[in-house]
């Protein structure tokens, strides 16, 4: 054999080498992409950990979490604490996110979990949920104190369990932000200014994932929560896929009350134009005690709650892997 077929001989198997190689990593990709959501890692949230985490949050002891205030300021060291036990990081120098509302302090609390993938790490996803409320309502039976156990410990406390469930188990390839907003209370405050924070620095952000009111279960639906903005963006349908059952559904009263931009995903919407939702099983007909003492932790039914978290666990373990950003705004 020539020198040249020789040279000839040998690139063209380097070629076929090269091709075999790139199909298989390509395949070895779709792998990749499948296991995202085909092969979830089990959770089992604790109903017990729920417990223990409502119960503080939604204590009298917390006095009702009013910005500016002494109990609000415990509830956000127990949820700093509650980071640094699960090795959450501060995104910020520290996890709380100051901002000036009505010549009160108040302050986001912040905690991020980086991506393993090199390239993706780059992009975020958002859990977020509102953990203020709205401190001492009207006296009923001698109790001044609105806990605000279902609005809105029960989101803040699937929030915990959500990031400490990922952070056992580190195999997420985008990076998350895990924010605790305060002043949703006073008009959706401490969501506005971490949003604008977070776009003015250049945030690369995929899909922001808010959790509202999630204590107690709905009747007679098909579905586990319901989403707000369902049409919105293909969310609720990439979820329902990802989790191979229907976990998120559309509540026609969401839609008339115009809870999209009620809650603290609407800010995030505004500056990113992203898919940036609100899930929530409060359905106008199951809980009476809306702003009133009576939201109580002991009116939640945790099992729910645990539950909750266990199916909309599938649907964000699959938006921090899959390497394309599938779910996206309609148009």
């Known amino acids: 054999m020539s020198k ?3 040279k000839i001989s040998v690139l063209a198997s380097l070629a076929i080498f ?9 395949v070895s990709e779709k792998v990749i992409i499948s296991e995202s959501y085909n092969s979830v890692p089990e959770i089992q949230t604790s109903v017990a950990s729920i417990k223990r985490n409502m119960e503080y949050l939604a204590s009298d002891d917390l006095r009702g979490r009013e910005t500016g205030t002494d109990g609000i300021d415990k509830a956000a060291s127990y949820i700093e604490k509650f980071f640094t036990d699960n090795n959450i990081q501060p995104y910020f120098e520290t996890y709380r996110d100051s901002f000036e509302v009505k010549n009160v302090v108040g302050y986001n609390v912040v905690g991020m979990l980086e991506g393993n993938d090199p390239v993706l790490k780059k992009e975020f996803v958002i859990i977020g949920a509102h953990y203020d409320h709205i401190g001492i309502g009207k006296v009923v039976d001698n109790d001044s104190i609105a806990n605000g156990a279902n609005d809105d410990a029960a989101g803040t406390v699937a929030v915990l369990e959500l990031a400490k469930e990922l952070s056992r ?12 907003f305060s002043a949703e209370e006073m008009g959706l405050m ?16 995929y899909a922001m ?26 969310l609720a349908d990439k979820f329902n896929e990802y989790s191979k059952e229907k976990v998120l559904g559309f509540l026609p009263q969401a839609k008339e009350y115009n809870l999209f931009m009620r809650s603290d995903n609407y800010p995030f919407y505004q500056e990113f ?18 702003h009133h003492v009576g939201d109580e932790a002991s009116k939640m039914n945790m099992e729910h709650m645990a539950t ?24």
Do not use: W
């Open 273 to 290: 134009k992203v898919p940036a939702q609100t899930i929530s099983s409060f359905d106008f007909t199951n809980f009476d005690y809306y």
């Open 4 to 6: 040249f077929l020789f």
């Open 209 to 234: 994932f808010n959790i509202e009111m999630i204590g107690v279960p709905m009747v007679n639906k098909d579905y586990q929560v319901y989403i707000t903005g369902y049409e919105e963006s293909n």
């Open 169 to 180: 188990l580190k195999s997420n390839r985008r990076s998350v932000l895990f924010t605790l």
């Open 190 to 205: 401490g969501s506005k200014h971490l949003s604008k924070r977070l776009k003015e620095a250049g945030l690369d952000l």
């Open 18 to 26: 090269i091709s075999c190689n790139s199909s298989q990593t390509a």
């Open 308 to 331: 909750t978290v266990n199916k909309v666990f599938p649907g964000i373990y699959a938006m921090l892997n899959t390497s394309e950003k599938e779910i996206k705004l309609n148009d």
